[in-house]
């Protein structure tokens, strides 16, 4: 049996994927695809490069030259430069779901504690249920806008929340819905944004 990794900031992590998988311009592949992609970006040079990742400036070139790379840290070097690429397209990445989902919302699936809070007893009493359900594009687009300003996870989980209970329980009155309702510990979450 193996053990399942659980990401610290679910929500986050779910709608990178997602936008990731709606995202159709391509990647950089390589390494040097990659190292030029980060100079470009962040203005850099080569010397900034290697003082940036930690290496002398042949190690630099030897990643930009064609051939397999001599240098011995060649996978982290790589784990770094894939992690900075992710981090300097992630806004133009989610811009472009944001687009999307400004159309047809994104729908959700996850598995959580989620329910009214004041019923015991009741039959949508807060449980653990197992949610698909289609967010409406306004409440999916303001998720998306604060993930993509930095918005932190608990934020993230609010904005959820809210767009959970519009979709999934349909109340009169909105404004109630931050003391009236509960979304507690996700188990999982999986955001589509091809719906």
Not at 17 to 43: F, N
Not at 54 to 81: I, K
Not at 123 to 135: F, G
Not at 167 to 190: C, H, K, Q, V
Request: net charge neutral; glycine share 8%.
């Amino acid at each position: 049996m193996t053990e399942k990794t659980v990401s610290v900031q679910p929500i986050a992590h779910a709608l990178d994927e997602a936008a990731r998988a709606v995202y159709k311009l391509p990647w950089p592949r390589g390494d040097r695809a990659r190292i030029r992609y980060v100079m470009r970006y962040r203005h850099m040079t080569l010397p900034d490069v290697a003082d940036w990742l930690s290496m002398p400036l042949s190690g630099v070139t030897d990643h930009l030259m064609p051939g397999p790379c001599s240098h011995a840290r060649e996978c982290t070097v790589g784990a770094r430069l894939r992690a900075e690429v992710l981090r300097l397209g992630r806004p133009a990445m989610l811009d472009h779901a944001r687009i999307g989902a400004v159309t047809t919302g994104m729908m959700v699936h996850t598995r959580a504690r989620f329910g009214y809070r004041n019923v015991p007893g009741g039959r949508d009493e807060a449980r653990v249920r197992l949610i698909t359900q289609l967010v409406r594009p306004d409440e999916a687009c303001a998720l998306l806008g604060a993930h993509r300003d930095g918005a932190p996870e608990n934020e993230l989980h609010q904005l959820l929340q809210r767009g959970l209970v519009v979709a999934y329980f349909r109340p009169d009155n909105t404004d109630s819905i931050d003391w009236m309702f509960d979304l507690g510990e996700l188990d999982f979450i999986d955001v589509d944004l091809t719906a």
